[in-house]
């Protein structure tokens, strides 16, 4: 193994930014509102708000932070924690050309942005974004909207109306059966269902569970509960 290796292999934060320093950086007439448009493949992922975690942590606050700082994220794998390199110019566009070959073993599953154009943009936009109040910042700035920074959060299930909000929920044999508040009784094959949780702010009320639609053919339900304790509490074993 080459010497360069065996100390990567041996301080993994060496590795970090040996890539960091191969990877073209962002310049000066980079423009952060294009950044804000390529922004766009994040923003299924990745809130700009605070404390608004979805399948990755919110992106606030975080310019010129420990990687793995976001309050109140816990998905962070093994791999990311063992590092100690902060989120600037020179990390972020390494890590945004290549997740994997830059922190291999992370839970991050884009696969990177090799236009070193709209990697410069994008990286121009954050600068911004990720600083304390960068959300309003971009926003009152016109370079992303309100909804685009808030990222592709789900849908409010607080409000879902009496076809959507499950009275009972039974178990038969291979079967779910599901009773809403307009008095419907549907059943479903068990392999069709999900249980889930939404403990957020979009979540379904405490004690109103919701079900949705999902799959092409509309034969596949999600059932939402507002805490995992409620599961058990809902679905009664009965034929």
């Given at each position: 193994?080459?010497?360069?290796?065996?100390?990567?292999?041996?301080?993994?934060?060496?590795?970090?930014?040996?890539?960091?320093?191969?990877?073209?950086?962002?310049?000066?007439?980079?423009?952060?509102?294009?950044?804000?448009?390529?922004?766009?493949?994040?923003?299924?992922?990745?809130?700009?708000?605070?404390?608004?975690?979805?399948?990755?942590?919110?992106?606030?606050?975080?310019?010129?932070?420990?990687?793995?700082?976001?309050?109140?994220?816990?998905?962070?794998?093994?791999?990311?924690?063992?590092?100690?390199?902060?989120?600037?110019?020179?990390?972020?566009?390494?890590?945004?050309?290549?997740?994997?070959?830059?922190?291999?073993?992370?839970?991050?599953?884009?696969?990177?942005?090799?236009?070193?154009?709209?990697?410069?943009?994008?990286?121009?936009?954050?600068?911004?974004?990720?600083?304390?109040?960068?959300?309003?910042?971009?926003?009152?700035?016109?370079?992303?909207?309100?909804?685009?920074?808030?990222?592709?959060?789900?849908?409010?299930?607080?409000?879902?109306?009496?076809?959507?909000?499950?009275?009972?929920?039974?178990?038969?044999?291979?079967?779910?059966?599901?009773?809403?508040?307009?008095?419907?009784?549907t059943p479903y094959w068990e392999m069709n269902v999900r249980l889930k949780t939404d403990t957020s702010r979009f979540g379904p009320s405490s004690g109103k569970p919701?079900?949705?639609?999902?799959?092409?053919?509309?034969?596949?339900?999600?059932?939402?509960?507002?805490?995992?304790?409620?599961?058990?509490?809902?679905?009664?074993?009965?034929?």
């Amino acid at each position: 193994m080459p010497a360069f290796e065996r100390s990567a292999a041996r301080h993994p934060v060496a590795l970090v930014f040996a890539i960091a320093v191969a990877v073209p950086l962002a310049q000066a007439d980079d423009n952060p509102k294009r950044g804000g448009e390529v922004y766009g493949v994040c923003a299924a992922c990745h809130s700009l708000l605070p404390g608004v975690h979805l399948t990755g942590p919110s992106l606030a606050d975080l310019w010129g932070k420990k990687a793995t700082s976001a309050e109140g994220f816990v998905r962070y794998s093994k791999a990311l924690r063992s590092q100690d390199f902060t989120w600037d110019e020179n990390t972020l566009n390494a890590w945004l050309a290549d997740p994997k070959a830059m922190v291999p073993g992370n839970y991050m599953t884009f696969r990177g942005i090799r236009n070193d154009r709209d990697r410069g943009d994008m990286i121009a936009f954050l600068k911004l974004a990720m600083a304390p109040g960068g959300a309003k910042a971009v926003i009152d700035k016109g370079l992303i909207t309100a909804d685009g920074a808030e990222g592709q959060t789900p849908e409010n299930l607080s409000s879902a109306g009496p076809k959507q909000q499950v009275t009972k929920l039974r178990h038969c044999r291979d079967t779910y059966f599901v009773t809403t508040a307009d008095g419907t009784e549907t059943p479903y094959w068990e392999m069709n269902v999900r249980l889930k949780t939404d403990t957020s702010r979009f979540g379904p009320s405490s004690g109103k569970p919701v079900i949705t639609r999902s799959g092409m053919m509309g034969d596949r339900v999600s059932i939402v509960f507002s805490s995992s304790a409620e599961i058990a509490a809902t679905v009664k074993s009965k034929c």
